[in-house]
């Protein structure tokens, strides 16, 4: 699933490594068994983490991505899957559907301060059960107290190998390494 011919460095368009992105489903797996289960991908890129879902039996998924021509891109992809995804081109402030589940790859707030905040917000108020994600290890801090203020709690923080590959006129290394972490967070209380 690779990325349009001049990805957006504004938008923070890089690809989720293939690796990242199977721990982060097979954590969502063993904390909420995805079969049957609605998800959610907030700004779903190319579709890899929706896809996976898909894959893993979820349903329905959705992924949402502001990029229109990203989600054409993913519809692509799941049709070659073999997998039923709806994409939808939006931005995620103003995305309202719940879901039990939310898996992303948001924004790290790299190249606009504070990118990744809409879509922590959104997770975790659009999710009924929980939400899996990455961010950058810098931010543990900021998530961890927007779960406490939204009474969801963490289940589990790993970090992930990480090595973004240059990208983006700017980039001046062939590859750089990120502290990454994998976040698996309960947003459903037991009764």
Known sequence: MPLPASPRADLEQVATPPEAAAELL?????????????????????????????????????????????????????RAAGVRVTFEAGDVASFDRRGEVVVMNPPFGAQRRHADRPF????????????????????????ARRAVARDAHVLETQPVAWDLPRTFAHHTQRRVALAVDRWALRTEHEP
Do not use: K
């Open 120 to 143: 922590w917000e959104r997770a975790l108020s659009l999710a009924r059960r929980s939400v899996h994600a990455f961010a950058l290890a810098d931010s543990r801090t900021f998530i």
């Open 26 to 78: 097979f954590a969502a797996v063993r904390w909420d068994g995805l079969e049957g289960r609605s998800v959610l991908d907030l700004g779903s890129g190319t579709g890899r983490l929706a896809i996976g879902a898909a894959l893993l039996g979820a349903g329905p998924v959705v992924g949402l991505e502001v990029d229109p021509d990203l989600v054409e891109v993913a519809r692509e992809a799941a």
